[in-house]
Structures are given as structure tokens and as C-alpha cells.
């Protein structure tokens, strides 16, 4: 008998335990803590959870996680119609690889890339307007590397360079 009341309690227990969410957070109630990456809420707390931000149009977009208000993990910055513009991968609360996009005006992509320590590094795109790739390149710490090719407006290639043997800076 009481090897099944303790089966019985230690199923409840582990059933209830998968019911908890993590609470959520509006980032414009979060306060940046000096010019670390650490989060209080207004009451001081160190808040562990999901951020969102809220866009014009109300809707809701999930932004990043915090735990005892220290980010990490990746976290996205939007602009006001919720396209990422920038993500960021965060350890410990330090910033690590972050990659970044730029939009033209008509909402097509500008240049895409990732940077690690301040530095390029892995493929980079850049697009016309129309929305056709303009460049395609590679970089390792912030030195151009591999085949780099440029296209027309129509993404018909025109010049494709080695980065072994010309100028990639």
C-alpha cells in the first residue's frame, strides 16, 4: 500500500512540475543595470523568464530569455513592423555572435552578416532593392577569406574573386 501512495505522490508531483511556465516580461518594464547586460524589474527583482516586446500593431513578439536577470541564449532586436534586425547570442550574460540584418525602406534585405567580438565573420550578403544578392563573401575575424562573387541586378554573376590571391579588405 504505501509503495503505491509513493508512486501515486511522485507521479503528481512530477506531473505538476511540467504545468509551470516560465513568467514573461514586456522589455519596456525591464531597467538595464549600469551599462551591463543585467535586467531588474522595478521592484529590484532579478526576473527569470521570457521577454517579449509589443509591436505597433499590439502584437506580441518573444525577444529573449533571462535567468536572475542575466540574458542568454539568442535574443532578437526588432523593428517597429517585427523584422529581426539583429540577433545575439548570449553565454553568461556576455555578448557573443551576433548576426545582423539591414533593410531597405521597401522592406527588402540591404546586407546580411554575423560578427564575433566586433568583427566579421562568416558569410556576409549584400541585395540590390529589388531584392536579387549584389555579393556574397566570406570572412574569419574580419579578414575577407575564401571566393567572393558579385552579381548583376538580374543575380547573374559578373566577378568572382579569391581572397588567397587578391584584396579582400
Given at each position: 500500500?504505501?509503495?503505491?501512495l509513493?508512486?501515486a505522490?511522485l507521479?503528481?508531483?512530477?506531473?505538476?512540475?511540467?504545468?509551470k511556465?516560465?513568467?514573461?516580461?514586456?522589455?519596456?518594464e525591464?531597467?538595464?543595470?549600469?551599462?551591463?547586460f543585467?535586467?531588474?524589474?522595478?521592484?529590484?527583482?532579478?526576473?527569470?523568464?521570457?521577454?517579449f516586446?509589443?509591436?505597433?500593431?499590439?502584437?506580441?513578439?518573444y525577444?529573449?530569455r533571462?535567468?536572475?536577470?542575466?540574458?542568454?541564449?539568442?535574443?532578437?532586436?526588432?523593428?517597429n513592423?517585427?523584422?529581426i534586425?539583429?540577433?545575439?547570442?548570449?553565454?553568461n550574460?556576455?555578448?557573443g555572435?551576433?548576426?545582423?540584418?539591414?533593410?531597405?525602406?521597401?522592406?527588402?534585405?540591404?546586407?546580411e552578416?554575423?560578427?564575433?567580438?566586433?568583427?566579421?565573420?562568416?558569410?556576409?550578403?549584400?541585395?540590390?532593392?529589388?531584392?536579387?544578392?549584389?555579393?556574397?563573401?566570406?570572412?574569419?575575424?574580419?579578414?575577407?577569406?575564401?571566393?567572393?562573387?558579385?552579381?548583376?541586378?538580374?543575380?547573374?554573376?559578373?566577378?568572382?574573386i579569391?581572397?588567397?590571391?587578391?584584396?579582400?579588405?
Amino acid at each position: 500500500m504505501k509503495k503505491y501512495l509513493f508512486i501515486a505522490l511522485l507521479f503528481g508531483v512530477w506531473n505538476c512540475s511540467f504545468d509551470k511556465k516560465d513568467p514573461e516580461y514586456d522589455f519596456e518594464e525591464l531597467i538595464k543595470i549600469k551599462d551591463e547586460f543585467i535586467y531588474k524589474l522595478r521592484t529590484n527583482q532579478l526576473p527569470t523568464g521570457e521577454v517579449f516586446k509589443i509591436l505597433k500593431n499590439g502584437e506580441k513578439k518573444y525577444i529573449g530569455r533571462l535567468s536572475k536577470g542575466v540574458p542568454y541564449g539568442d535574443w532578437s532586436k526588432l523593428n517597429n513592423k517585427g523584422d529581426i534586425l539583429e540577433k545575439t547570442n548570449f553565454t553568461n550574460g556576455i555578448p557573443g555572435r551576433k548576426y545582423v540584418i539591414i533593410y531597405y525602406d521597401n522592406g527588402q534585405k540591404q546586407i546580411e552578416g554575423s560578427y564575433l567580438h566586433n568583427k566579421k565573420n562568416g558569410l556576409f550578403m549584400m541585395y540590390y532593392k529589388n531584392g536579387v544578392k549584389s555579393f556574397r563573401g566570406e570572412y574569419s575575424n574580419g579578414s575577407g577569406i575564401g571566393f567572393w562573387s558579385y552579381f548583376d541586378e538580374n543575380g547573374q554573376m559578373i566577378k568572382k574573386i579569391d581572397c588567397s590571391t587578391d584584396d579582400c579588405n
